[in-house]
């Protein structure tokens, strides 16, 4: 690999056996002031497993006006264990302060691609960082390394613009997010609905719809999986939601919705500063005739305004989809998420999306397939779209 990035390695390396030595260093006594040091260079680094090394990434993440939720450190560890990627989460130090993140992993199957992200099933990533010096550093250390990778391409996820009119970056008019902020009273929130989607909260309070909170995924799972199947969409594998909830802790809340004790649907969701992100959802087929899913939303809704959060990020779709439509319908605005794409070994932009008229037939025949045979499929097949 290339200078910036054995760097880094040696640096870990080297932090790695520092702290397995109990010796110290002692000062010197009564020696002349020295001379004023030369200002510290800000240095590539790549996080350890050190638990204080990465609470300082993410005490960084907390602090950094473009870090996200995706850029917490615990991804590394989903993206390891769940589904044995290879990642280089990047950091820049200066002066024994982090000034810069970039989460990164490599993603690589015949039928999708071999490229590099930030951050693969994460709707957000990219550079996020306090300082020019730590942004050019980290694109820097990501070029190279998908150079050395023999990639097709470099995609950041970003949420914000960062190389607008670069002739090395492309983008494409594909994803949109939808954001509103919420306040703290009910009825304010209520009011704020567009009048037909809060006829369809209404419909699912009165038919005594409730939300519960659990500890585990299990009913969530059964909601999920019933939903994707009917969209010919294969499944991500229950143990990656299991570890989702273990590694984000009470920041992955598992929330489902019942009538009567019956399941009706589900969504999983993570918190972030004052924001909250219902991120996996679905509905069993009763959902839709007891207004599941739109009671679903406004029922994390409620209590995520009760817990002090006062955005609600409704998440990333595609022009052209019925989700897409049903977050317009509660009044969110589109806003258009400016990925960009560096192409390497490849020749052209990734076209991997279910729009691919390509990905069609096997839509339809996956529709077709047995739910539990679709569930025990999926999963080998979802790992490689990230």
Same mark, same amino acid.
């Given at each position: 690999?290339?200078?910036?990035?054995?760097?880094?390695?040696?640096? &870990?390396?080297?932090?790695?056996?520092?702290?397995?030595?109990?010796?110290?260093?002692?000062?010197? *006594?009564?020696?002349?002031?020295?001379?004023?040091?030369?200002?510290?260079?800000?240095?590539?680094?790549?996080?350890?497993?050190?638990?204080?090394?990465?609470?300082?990434?993410?005490?960084?993440?907390?602090?950094?006006?473009?870090?996200?939720?995706?850029?917490?450190?615990?991804?590394?560890?989903?993206?390891?264990?769940?589904?044995?990627?290879?990642? !280089?989460?990047?950091?820049?130090?200066?002066?024994?302060?982090?000034?810069?993140?970039?989460?990164?992993?490599?993603?690589?199957?015949?039928?999708?691609?071999?490229?590099?992200?930030?951050?693969?099933?994460?709707?957000?990533?990219?550079?996020?960082?306090?300082?020019?010096?730590?942004?050019?550093?980290?694109?820097?250390?990501?070029?190279?390394?998908?150079?050395?990778?023999?990639?097709?391409?470099?995609?950041? &996820?970003?949420?914000?613009?960062?190389?607008?009119?670069?002739?090395? !970056?492309?983008?494409?008019?594909?994803?949109?997010?939808?954001?509103?902020?919420?306040?703290?009273?009910?009825?304010?929130?209520?009011?704020?609905?567009?009048?037909?989607?809060? *006829?369809?909260?209404?419909?699912?309070?009165?038919?005594?719809?409730?939300?519960?909170?659990?500890?585990?995924?299990?009913?969530?799972?059964?909601?999920?999986?019933?939903?994707?199947?009917?969209?010919?969409?294969?499944?991500?594998?229950?143990?990656?939601?299991?570890?989702?909830?273990?590694?984000?802790? +009470?920041?992955?809340?598992?929330?489902?919705?019942?009538? +009567?004790? &019956?399941?009706?649907?589900?969504?999983?969701?993570?918190?972030?500063?004052?924001?909250?992100?219902?991120?996996?959802?679905?509905?069993?087929?009763?959902?839709?005739?007891?207004?599941?899913?739109?009671?679903?939303?406004?029922?994390?809704?409620?209590?995520?305004?009760?817990?002090?959060? &006062?955005?609600?990020?409704?998440?990333?779709?595609?022009?052209?989809?019925?989700?897409? +439509?049903?977050?317009?319908?509660?009044?969110?605005?589109?806003?258009?998420?400016?990925?960009?794409?560096?192409?390497?070994?490849?020749?052209?932009?990734?076209?991997?999306?279910?729009?691919?008229?390509?990905?069609?037939?096997?839509?339809?025949?996956?529709?077709?397939?047995?739910?539990?045979?679709?569930?025990?499929?999926?999963?080998?097949?979802?790992?490689?779209?990230?």
């Amino acid at each position: 690999m290339t200078s910036i990035i054995e760097a880094a390695a040696e640096r &870990r390396a080297a932090r790695a056996r520092a702290e397995a030595e109990t010796a110290t260093a002692l000062a010197v *006594a009564a020696a002349p002031d020295p001379a004023p040091a030369a200002a510290p260079q800000p240095l590539v680094q790549l996080l350890g497993s050190g638990a204080e090394e990465r609470a300082r990434w993410d005490a960084f993440v907390q602090a950094c006006p473009q870090a996200t939720f995706f850029h917490r450190a615990g991804w590394q560890t989903v993206l390891e264990q769940c589904y044995g990627k290879q990642t !280089w989460f990047f950091y820049v130090e200066e002066g024994g302060a982090i000034t810069g993140v970039l989460p990164l992993a490599m993603m690589q199957s015949r039928m999708f691609g071999h490229y590099l992200a930030s951050t693969p099933f994460c709707v957000y990533g990219g550079v996020a960082a306090s300082t020019e010096a730590a942004r050019r550093l980290l694109d820097q250390a990501a070029e190279e390394l998908a150079a050395a990778l023999g990639v097709g391409h470099l995609e950041y &996820r970003n949420y914000a613009p960062a190389h607008p009119d670069h002739p090395k !970056w492309q983008g494409k008019d594909l994803y949109y997010t939808f954001r509103k902020a919420i306040s703290g009273d009910d009825e304010e929130n209520m009011n704020a609905i567009p009048r037909k989607q809060r *006829a369809m909260v209404r419909k699912g309070i009165k038919l005594n719809l409730e939300g519960e909170v659990d500890d585990n995924v299990d009913r969530f799972f059964t909601c999920y999986a019933t939903s994707v199947h009917r969209l010919g969409t294969p499944v991500f594998a229950k143990k990656y939601f299991a570890m989702l909830k273990q590694v984000f802790q +009470d920041d992955c809340e598992v929330r489902v919705i019942t009538q +009567d004790g &019956r399941l009706v649907a589900g969504v999983l969701s993570f918190f972030f500063r004052d924001e909250v992100l219902p991120y996996y959802g679905g509905g069993m087929d009763i959902a839709r005739e007891v207004a599941g899913n739109d009671f679903m939303y406004w029922n994390l809704m409620q209590a995520a305004a009760a817990k002090g959060c &006062r955005v609600f990020d409704f998440g990333r779709s595609k022009k052209g989809t019925g989700a897409f +439509d049903f977050k317009k319908n509660w009044g969110f605005t589109a806003q258009p998420l400016p990925y960009e794409y560096q192409l390497f070994a490849a020749a052209e932009m990734p076209d991997v999306n279910p729009l691919n008229p390509k990905f069609q037939l096997f839509i339809k025949v996956w529709k077709m397939l047995p739910l539990p045979l679709a569930n025990a499929l999926g999963p080998h097949i979802v790992k490689h779209l990230g």
